[in-house]
């Protein structure tokens, strides 16, 4: 029988092994470390990704550790923060995304830097916001909503959208095009009953659906025209000026390119060259039940993401949901060597595999809120593993990698994942070198402070870095004939 005492023992011993790398680190703050920094900084504003960590962040870790030079990978990009960041400073960079939205958000933002004809862009951007041409009547392109985003909108309101929809795709230009798809993605919940919070989408109570737990008044609606206009407006702004004080940089310095590769990181990461980048910086799902596509469920409509596609987004997801099954496709992507040494330092990683035992023993006593727990950790883990081993094949000798994550708590156990995970990274290769601990951590939610006391969860931002010079394999002994 695994007892709470097992597991805290073991955390202490694993927080000891690390004590000297665990290190609180005053720069940092949740602003910092999250999308609020970024919610007022240029062309970032324009999509509220509230899972993003802020430009500031990136120029602070490029500020602060060294790199060689070369391209730097987001393998869990998101809106693209790190890529951004790294093309401003003059660095190649590439990144993987699985979530349409999310790669919709990088291609506008990239097409728009490659683009040559800015100013062209920036005036017929203002011209289609003061024309409103949409609002005449007209042909129509219908928002196809799935399930669980039907009557998302008021009937004005998504007739006005669409309509918007079929003026857009009349226009010659593709950017224009793009762009304008764009500002309309990013003012979906701005005009909607809707409000993302983490798990699920939350129903304002004016909906009118049947809503009686979760529903709340969201305040202001917004109308689908004033809104896309502003958001427009906002775009043409940020084009024409720049918020060059946000990097300390020369203006001469000329932006690195940007690659983006659509797909799961654990299908795309194999096919990637070995030693090819200079630096990873990423911030992966949290393993705390967070579902992405039921938050961004209204933009994935909205791209055409019918049910059954959103259904395999989420199991390709990296698992962090209740719902996540086990991949049982892993080993033939990563062949066999890799998928094997991944799985020894996950199966092998004592305090991890005592506290899916624990999970999995509460599960069989009833004891849980949501019997899909065990599974969920397990799966993050493993396939954490299987990403951490592939990052240190296609990282250089002596590339950081630099990673932000949440440590977590399911059934009164604290889950350090900064720990677990530091230590899989070891038997991968790499050096740890530090894990900066934010001065205030996060609280629990007040359910578990009820059960559970009120113990912080460390947020952290872990450093490690592939050894310059690869440990000599040990030579063959020289075999000597033996005269008989
Ligand atoms: C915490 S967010 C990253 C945010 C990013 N750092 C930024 O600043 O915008 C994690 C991202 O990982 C993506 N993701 C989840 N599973 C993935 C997978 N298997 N392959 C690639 N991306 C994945 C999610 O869609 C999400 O955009």
């Known amino acids: 029988m695994l007892t709470c005492d097992t597991i805290d023992h073991l955390d202490k011993k694993l927080t000891a092994d690390f004590s000297n790398i ?82 919709s958000i990088i291609q506008t933002r990239m097409n728009l830097r490659k683009c040559n004809n800015q100013i062209d862009i920036i005036q017929g951007l203002r011209d289609f916001a003061s024309e409103r041409s949409w609002t005449q009547k007209g042909k129509t392109i219908p928002f196809q909503h799935l399930r669980i985003t039907k009557g998302a909108f008021s009937a004005e309101t998504q007739r006005s959208l669409e309509r918007f929809r079929w003026e857009v795709q009349t226009l010659n230009d593709d950017l224009m095009r793009q762009v304008l798809q764009f500002a309309c993605m990013c003012v979906l919940e701005k005009i909607s009953f809707t409000r993302k919070d983490g798990q699920y989408l939350r129903w304002d109570h004016r909906s009118g659906r049947s809503v009686r737990k979760t529903a709340f008044d969201k305040g202001k609606i917004f109308g689908f025209n004033d809104a896309v206009v502003d958001k427009i407006n906002e775009i ?192 991968a290769g790499f050096d740890i070198e530090k894990i900066w601990v934010l001065p205030k951590g996060k609280g629990n939610s007040s359910q578990q402070m009820g059960e559970h006391g009120r113990s912080e969860l460390r947020k952290c931002v872990y450093i490690w870095k592939k050894p310059s010079k690869v440990p000599q394999a040990k030579k063959p002994m020289r075999q000597v004939a033996l005269s008989m």
């Open 22 to 103: 665990l290190e609180v680190n005053g720069d940092l703050d949740r602003r910092l470390v999250s999308f609020q920094a970024n919610k007022t900084a240029s062309e970032y504003r324009w999509c509220k990704y509230k899972e993003g960590f802020s430009s500031k962040l990136i120029n602070y870790i490029f500020d602060t550790i060294s790199m060689p030079n070369g391209p730097i990978l987001d393998p869990f990009a998101g809106a693209g923060t790190t890529m951004f960041v790294a093309s401003d400073r003059g660095k190649p960079s590439a990144g993987i995304e699985l979530l349409p939205h999310s790669a």
């Open 236 to 427: 043409a702004f940020d084009l024409e000026s720049p918020d060059n004080d946000l990097f300390d940089l020369p203006e001469t310095v000329a932006k690195g390119s940007i690659d983006l590769f659509e797909g799961s990181c654990l299908s795309v990461l194999p096919k990637l060259r070995a030693r090819s980048f200079s630096g990873l910086i990423t911030s992966p799902p949290y393993c705390n039940r967070y579902d992405y596509t039921r938050t961004y469920a209204l933009e994935l409509a909205y791209l055409g993401v019918g049910e059954d596609a959103l259904k395999h987004l989420r199991q390709t997801m990296l698992t962090c949901t209740v719902e996540n099954r086990f991949k049982d496709d892993l080993e033939a992507v990563s062949g066999s060597k890799k998928y094997s040494d991944a799985m020894n330092a996950w199966q092998e990683q004592e305090l991890l595999a005592n506290i899916i035992g624990f999970l999995e023993q509460a599960k069989v006593a009833g004891e849980l809120n949501n019997s899909g727990i065990p599974r969920m950790v397990s799966g993050y883990f493993r396939e954490m593993a299987l990403a951490i081993f592939e990052f240190e094949r296609i990282l250089k000798p002596g590339a950081p990698l630099v990673m932000v994550n949440d440590n977590v708590r399911f059934h009164g156990i604290h889950i350090p994942v900064d720990l677990i995970l530091s230590d899989i990274a070891s038997k």
